[in-house]
């Protein structure tokens, strides 16, 4: 596969009454973006998505062949009336996706009787499913109970192909990350690799915080990684 | 003390469960009866079947606060001071009385400024203080926190954090799925399926809990 990469190129993003800047490079893998409620998390992803045009810079992308976003509110991305035809509308086998999920059996239900959790979960395993060469998840834990935190953490790890996008205000359940990003005062700072970005991470959560005063510094953000560092004597 | 006794609803089913003064948190998967349980303490539903007491009074005789999941998608007025005046003037609480609570717990939570701002021009984080504020201004005795911290971020889940253990309220009951706020309240219940499967301190509950995703990450190498 060659090389994928997407630049933002000193781009402003107006919105109503304030601007969001953003000024680097993504490389493959796996990248989370941080950053206060209200900070321009979501306009960043809608912006790297290409759903929303920068006044001014460029986004460029290399080898960029599929591009994928998953929104926050999944009542708002799903098209099919049934599950079934939920998943068909991804291409993805209905019984495969709902196993994997701990939905079996609903495959007749429809739509609005899932939970929003429920719909959260069938929305983002439609799409890790497939490949797709930039995939963004914006906030892809909020609604989630623990269990599938961990799991939707877990699959996260796993995946291999391309760049992926988390933005997120999550605070304790967290995928194994190659580069921390961070919205601070509307402009995205990149806070580098792992584990070297921790001591960086100024929105990082209380308890990764905390692990690094105690001079445990984790190797990495997954809740494995939290706990080796934490168990660390 | 909150008792429930023999409480159906659903598939909410509860023998017995005594809920006492302070902040309650409430855990358990997506679907395991959560916030039927707190629809229920807080009158909202009335169970099929069981009792539920508070202090020996039912729910609907009880002064409730209600925060939900998303309380920016739940605005009713235009300005803040109206927004969180509502539950006063629902009541016909006498103008001027209105007016001085309103004062008073804009004043306690640090948003006397935003008084005549229009609620739609607040940020997302102003909106859920604004929110908490409209549901304390009443001084209910029972506050419910429907996963409302769900969408916030670290530093405001903090700040609301800090209001909710200042908040008057002799009940707190909240649902979550952050295990180690959870960790901090007094009482946690656990559901699953609609069932308590535990009950009681921290110290007691998550112990039992500790092969799952439950059991909150900064006590995964306690021995």
Not at chain 1, 136 to 149: G, T
Not at chain 2, 43 to 64: H, M, Y
Not at chain 2, 78 to 89: F, K, N, P, Q, Y
Not at chain 2, 196 to 202: D, F, L, Q, R, W
Request: proline share 5%.
């Amino acid at each position: 596969m060659p090389d994928v990469k997407v630049f933002t190129k000193n781009i402003r993003v107006i919105r109503q009454n304030w601007t969001l800047t953003a000024d680097g490079s993504w490389s493959e893998g796996l990248h989370v973006v941080t950053g206060a409620v209200g900070s321009g998390k979501s306009t960043l992803a809608l912006t790297l998505a290409g759903l929303l045009k920068p006044s001014s810079g460029e986004i460029q992308r290399e080898g960029i062949s599929s591009v994928m976003m998953v929104f926050q509110d999944p009542e708002f991305q799903v098209t099919g009336s049934t599950v079934e035809e939920e998943c068909s509308s991804w291409g993805v086998d209905p019984d495969a996706v709902l196993q994997r999920i701990n939905l079996s059996g609903k495959n007749s239900f429809s739509i609005r009787e899932l939970s929003r959790g429920e719909l959260k979960r069938l929305l983002l395993e439609c799409v890790l499913s497939k490949q797709y060469d930039l995939l963004i998840l914006d906030e892809p834990f909020s609604s989630l109970d623990c269990y599938e935190k961990e799991r939707l953490s877990r699959e996260l790890s796993e995946r291999r192909h391309g760049i992926t996008v988390i933005l997120t205000h999550e605070q304790s359940i967290f995928p194994r990350t190659d580069y921390v990003w961070e919205i601070i005062d509307s402009s995205l700072c990149c806070r580098g690799k792992m584990p070297g970005a921790l001591v960086l991470w100024r929105s990082a959560p209380s308890l990764i915080k905390n692990l690094i005063l105690a001079d445990k510094i984790p190797k990495n953000i997954s809740p494995d990684d939290l706990v080796e560092a934490l168990c660390r004597t | 003390m909150i008792h429930l006794n023999n409480i159906h609803y659903r598939s909410l089913s509860i023998e017995e469960l005594q809920i006492p003064p302070g902040i309650t948190s409430i855990i358990g998967r997506n679907g395991s009866g959560k916030t039927t349980l707190l629809k229920i303490c807080a009158g909202i539903l009335v169970p099929d079947s069981g009792t539920i007491l508070i202090d020996n009074k039912v729910p609907r005789d009880e002064e409730v606060g209600w925060v939900n999941e998303f309380p920016e998608r739940n605005i009713l007025f235009e300005t803040v001071g109206d927004e969180i005046a509502s539950s006063l003037r629902f009541r016909h609480v006498p103008c001027g009385e209105t007016d001085a609570r309103v004062h008073a717990c804009m004043e306690s939570m640090g948003i006397a400024s935003l008084k005549n701002r229009s609620m739609h021009e607040l940020s997302v984080g102003e909106k859920i203080v604004v929110s908490l504020a409209a549901a304390l201004v009443h001084d209910p005795r029972i506050l419910v926190l429907d996963e409302f911290d769900s969408h916030l971020d670290a530093n405001l889940a903090q700040k609301v954090e800090r209001f909710v253990r200042r908040a008057p309220a002799e009940y707190i009951l909240r649902c979550t799925q952050d295990m180690e706020k959870a960790a901090r309240s007094e009482t946690v219940i656990c559901l699953r399926n609609g069932e308590v499967v535990s009950a009681g301190k921290p110290e007691y509950v998550f112990p039992s809990l500790h092969d799952t995703s439950l059991y909150p990450i900064s006590w995964r190498c306690r021995t």
